[in-house]
């Protein structure tokens, strides 16, 4: 059962424009919502995170928003840098148990 | 700082038999979890240790174990291997015995286990 997905498997954006990441889930009991990001060759590294009573989180160049009604959510990079290429993973989970990832989103910004 | 170091980075086994992958974590870290992650797919939680016991489990078959050891290392052993067990195996570490959604949690590169 794929209680997180990410609908795109990719996703190209020029350099200096924004990228917006999408996440969808079905389990409405989700708290904690993190995205991470994954170079080649190298482990995950947490992004950012936002709890369920919150709808937006802002990091620098990042911000998560979340929709709890449509389930949804996503990650905005702006403006998006050629480092930023990479794979992105949504993760969710309930009470801080069992965290459900979705399949990724490779993002490349070109130059 | 070190941070999470995992071994081998790849291992080739044919089914049926049995596997052992090496984690050790973070400086400081005491909390170690394991990930399965298939091509394609996103990781998926295979269990968590903490002082040395079990404490969190996914929906992952008995043939799936680990270990933890004083310093806070750990194994993931895979026994009677199957075809689908082929995937990068991911460790991460933690503070604290926290649970496993934490934005603190950091990941190690990952073994690459194929299965023939």
């Known amino acids: 059962d794929q209680q997180v997905k990410q609908n795109s498997p990719s996703l190209s954006v020029q350099e200096g424009r924004i990228s917006i990441l999408n996440c969808d889930y079905t389990n409405s009991m989700f708290d904690y919502f993190l995205w991470y990001k994954k170079y080649p060759a190298e482990g995950p590294t947490f992004l950012i995170s936002i709890s369920s009573i919150k709808d937006k989180n802002e990091d620098g160049r990042f911000t998560v928003f979340l929709n709890k009604s449509a389930k949804h959510l996503s990650l905005h990079i702006v403006p998006s840098q050629p480092g930023d290429s990479a794979v992105y993973f949504c993760?969710?989970?309930?009470?801080?148990?069992?965290?459900?990832f979705g399949a990724g989103t490779r993002l490349t910004v070109k130059p | 700082d070190a941070g999470v170091t995992q071994s081998p980075t790849h291992l080739i086994k044919t089914r049926g038999q049995q596997v052992t992958l090496r984690c050790s974590p973070k400086?400081?870290?005491?909390?170690v979890s394991w990930y399965q992650q298939a091509l394609g797919q996103g990781p998926q939680f295979i269990f968590q240790?903490?002082?040395?016991?079990?404490?969190q489990r996914g929906n992952f078959p008995d043939r799936f174990s680990g270990h933890q050891f004083p310093n806070y290392s750990s194994e993931l052993n895979v026994n009677a291997l199957l075809l689908g067990d082929s995937a990068l195996y991911l460790c991460?570490?933690?503070?604290?015995?926290?649970?496993?959604?934490?934005?603190?949690?950091?990941f190690g590169p990952g073994t690459r286990l194929t299965v023939l």
């Open positions: 240790y903490y002082e040395e016991e079990e404490r």
């Open positions: 993760a969710a989970s309930v009470n801080n148990n069992d965290m459900r």
């Open positions: 400086s400081g870290h005491d909390t």
């Open positions: 991460a570490s933690s503070l604290g015995g926290t649970g496993i959604s934490t934005d603190t949690q950091y």
